[in-house]
């Protein structure tokens, strides 16, 4: 939270008050999910895809919301497109030769 949000915040309001206030409280939570997800694909390397991600991610996320918190990421350079593909390996969906990207994640505690 900004130092100009917080000085127009009533002193009794936390960042939970802020949160139980979202408009989108699910958003939020799923939000959340899908970077700690990146998070815990990336322990042991600093390189993710979809592939490496998937395990990771708790059921009954709104696919849509992935590609959105990724999408944001790399705008906000905490992840970078390595320019390069591995297979999906997604069976499930008959998707598992398509090419999905591989990218980087030059600091993983950014991402808290």
Do not use: C, W
């Amino acid at each position: 939270m900004s130092a100009e949000v917080a000085a127009l915040l009533p002193e009794d309001v936390t960042r939970l008050d802020l949160i139980a206030d979202e408009p989108a409280p699910l958003k939020v939570v799923q939000r959340r999910a899908i970077i700690e997800a990146i998070r815990d694909a990336t322990e042991e390397t600093l390189y993710f895809h979809a592939g490496t991600l998937r395990p990771h991610l708790p059921a009954g996320l709104d696919p849509h919301r992935i590609g959105a918190v990724i999408s944001t990421l790399l705008k906000d350079d905490l992840i970078i497109d390595t320019g390069r593909a591995a297979r999906s390996g997604n069976t499930k969906h008959r998707n598992g030769n398509r090419l999905v990207p591989i990218y980087y994640v030059p600091n993983r505690e950014a991402l808290a």
